[in-house]
């Protein structure tokens, strides 16, 4: 289910939103918003947390940074391996955080050997 509606999206971001163009009050961008709920959330919570998200996506709110609030019990587990971080878990409140997508920045040296 997860999958048909990160396609939904997906096709919604490439295809349809070139017509409406920058008209999303919040960052992330809804779609976007939507994506990381999916991508960190159970089926049901991420679709909740969309739908009002887009309804406050009008003019009556302020917009600005609105991003996702998750609950996680904390992981005591350590593994030694290398991994790949998509997203940073910002502590807020009593077992919740806060969602925020990584960037992948090019080193200084990988940047003037491109050029």
């Given at each position: 289910?997860?999958?048909?509606?990160?396609?939904?999206?997906?096709?919604?971001?490439?295809?349809?939103?070139?017509?409406?163009?920058?008209?999303?009050?919040?960052?992330?961008?809804?779609?976007?918003?939507?994506?990381?709920?999916?991508?960190?959330?159970?089926?049901?919570?991420?679709?909740?947390?969309?739908?009002?998200?887009?309804?406050?996506?009008?003019?009556?709110?302020?917009?600005?940074?609105?991003y996702p609030i998750i609950s996680k019990n904390r992981i005591q587990?350590?593994?030694?391996?290398k991994i790949k971080v998509i997203y940073w878990l910002v502590p807020?409140k009593d077992n919740k955080y806060i969602v925020v997508k990584n960037?992948?920045?090019?080193?200084?040296?990988?940047?003037?050997?491109?050029?």
């Open positions: 289910m997860k999958k048909i509606f990160k396609y939904f999206i997906k096709f919604y971001q490439r295809y349809l939103s070139v017509i409406s163009f920058g008209s999303c009050r919040y960052y992330p961008t809804c779609s976007q918003y939507a994506l990381w709920q999916l991508d960190n959330n159970t089926f049901f919570k991420a679709i909740y947390f969309t739908i009002t998200r887009v309804l406050k996506c009008n003019q009556l709110f302020d917009g600005g940074f609105d587990r350590v593994d030694y391996k807020n960037r992948e920045w090019k080193s200084t040296n990988e940047q003037h050997e491109s050029k």
